[in-house]
């Protein structure tokens, strides 16, 4: 049975993820987390900082975790395939589609209206996020860390993955002495 239910839950996530893998991640937290619990929400964002720091696609990072942990090697397997398989058959039907019909007001209000609803579901991620966050380190550490990064990132354009091994060590070699 977990096998049906980690195909559906990343054939979903990853079907409705319209944008791509960040845009599917609060789908897959809906699903991982407050559906099935396979993942605490402490872990799922321990998971997605480390998959983000990590190279290749987010979506599958995630799949192959999640599956690993739920199912072993079969889950492994079962939550890939379901991540990556409807998603390259929908994209070369849709994509088929919306070349054909790339100029009709209906294909560019369709693809326009879904972006304020994937920007919420990214908001309400990292507001639950952040309340782990601030719950688990305080409020001072919490916005001096997103003070530090959101500098980084956007004035010298720095790598979210050298930002998140930094909070990892800070995280081990500082906080537990504070």
């Known amino acids: 049975m977990i096998s049906i239910y980690l195909f559906m839950a990343f054939f979903i996530a990853n079907l409705l993820g319209y944008g791509g893998g960040p845009a599917s991640i609060p789908l897959m937290f809906e699903e991982v987390v407050n559906r099935y619990s396979w993942l605490s929400n402490d872990q799922f964002s321990n998971m997605l900082a480390l998959a983000n720091a990590l190279p290749g696609p987010i979506a599958t990072k995630i799949a192959a975790y999640v599956g690993y942990s739920a199912g072993g090697w079969p889950g492994f397997l079962i939550a890939l395939i379901a ?12 994509l088929r589609i ?25 908001l309400i991620l990292t507001w639950q996020i952040g309340a782990d966050g601030i719950k688990a380190i305080g409020w001072v550490q919490s916005i001096v860390i997103t003070g530090i990064s959101l500098l980084a990132m956007t ?24």
């Open 98 to 122: 919306i070349q054909r019909f790339r100029q009709s007001p209906v294909i560019k209000g369709m693809t326009l209206s879904v972006q304020p609803v994937i920007a919420v579901m990214m």
């Open 83 to 94: 991540t990556v398989v409807p998603s390259a058959l929908a994209l070369i039907v849709l």
């Open 155 to 178: 004035k010298f354009k720095m790598h979210p993955a050298f930002l998140i091994i930094a909070a990892f060590l800070y995280g081990g070699l500082v906080i537990p002495y504070l």
